[in-house]
């Protein structure tokens, strides 16, 4: 039996109150929980600029990269559970426009499949198919299998396969296959509710505009002001109207809520255990990076070389992923516990005086993880010291 000790939780929450006073994010909702509780709390404010909204338990928020977990992977594992293609058939039998047949279906879920980790396609690019003949044509940085890059590019491919395959666009399929099975009424893209209701992000794409380099200048798209209600991301909002199978995806703590129960009781409705099974596996094992099927695992040095985002005390058998907007979603199965952290990390504050949240995550799941004992049944949780 799993128990809460009210006291230390309390010490994880406010590790996020003090972020929020230290300026490392105007605002967070954080989402601790297992099959039976849920414990969800609000901080700061949704957004500061153009005015000050704040934060609710209810917000929506730009999941970015979380997109990958929690739409295109269930999309992309459903269609090989219905046995549309095998994990290891090569991406160029689904998506001709790929020409290096040793690219894998499963090389993409891992982050495996020689790719890059990004390019600004929507320099040239509109719609699926220009992006998807356009990373047909970025050259292989290494041999498929060989090493871990964390790729946007391979992610974007995995969204196009489930248009092909599927025939149907990819908010639609995620729909009918993830989110209406499970409850999910309000996580979707392209929102359309009042932005009170949504957690503002960056000022225009100051990140993108640096990463873009010299051909950043000739670019005449790039939005100005405060970016609230519509995808963070570049390559989601610029070239594909805010819907990609990488980033763009908008949800609540209360839908991710439901979202994670589902992987905690071995994937149904909308999975199957032998699925669950495969993608929460470290599959990179010698590699630089552990990483299952789309989802991030702790390291598997005893000394890393640097801070997770996962923190030291969840199981080995934790698996989860992060966005860059600020958000974070870890599970652990043997504690049977859920941790969602969405923040607005990208929005302006008046300034920053402590840890930022990559040294805050960490922080505040070791905090969790040291509130969530599992007893044997009939077991109490320790007293606090």
């Given amino acids: 039996m799993c128990a809460v000790d009210p006291a230390r939780l309390e010490r994880a929450f406010a590790v996020l109150a003090r972020g929020v006073e230290q300026g490392a994010f105007a605002g967070a909702v954080a989402a601790v929980g297992g099959p039976d509780q849920l414990v969800v709390r609000a901080f700061g404010h949704a957004a500061l600029r ?52 040793r690219v894998t279906v499963r090389h993409l879920l891992t982050h495996t499949g020689g790719l890059p980790a990004w390019r600004p396609l929507y320099l040239d690019c509109r719609g699926w198919d220009e992006y998807l003949r356009a990373i047909g044509q970025v050259p292989l940085e290494s041999a498929p299998g060989t090493r871990v890059v964390y790729s946007d590019l391979g992610f974007i491919l995995l969204g196009g396969i489930v248009v092909r395959v599927t025939g149907q666009p990819l908010a639609d399929f995620c729909k009918s296959a993830v989110f209406d099975p499970l409850g999910m009424a309000e996580t ?30 000739e670019f005449g798209r790039w939005r100005r002001g405060i970016l609230w209600g519509e995808a963070n991301d570049g390559n989601a909002f610029y070239g594909l109207d805010g819907v990609s199978s990488h980033a763009g995806l908008f949800s609540t703590a209360a839908d991710l809520a439901a979202y994670a ?10 999975l199957s255990r032998a699925a669950v099974a495969l993608a929460t596996r470290n599959l990179t094992p010698g590699q630089a990076e552990a990483r299952g099927l789309g989802w991030q695992k702790p390291p598997a040095d005893p000394l ?80 606090t010291p």
């Fill in 50 to 101: 153009p005015e000050k909204i704040p934060m609710r338990t209810g917000t929506l928020f730009d999941l970015a990269s979380l997109t990958k977990v929690v739409a295109a992977l269930p999309a992309v594992l459903r269609l090989v559970e219905e046995g549309a293609f095998s994990l290891d058939a090569p991406v160029h039998a689904i998506l001709p426009e790929f020409p290096d047949e």
């Fill in 188 to 217: 979707c893209w392209t929102p359309r509710v009042d932005r009170s209701r949504i957690a503002a992000t960056e000022e225009g794409n100051r990140t993108e505009y640096g990463m873009a380099g010299s051909r950043a200048a």
């Fill in 261 to 270: 129960r589902a992987w905690l009781r071995g994937g149904a409705p909308i």
């Fill in 304 to 383: 890393p070389a640097r801070s997770h985002s996962c923190g030291e005390l969840l199981s080995p058998a934790s698996f989860g992923h992060t966005g860059f907007t600020g958000t974070s979603l870890w599970i652990d199965p043997e504690r049977q516990l859920f941790v969602i952290l969405l923040t607005n990390r990208l929005h302006p504050v008046p300034r920053r005086a402590g840890p930022d949240l990559f040294a805050l995550r960490p922080a505040f799941h070791n905090a969790v993880a040291a509130a969530w004992d599992c007893a044997d049944e009939g077991g109490e949780a320790p007293e």
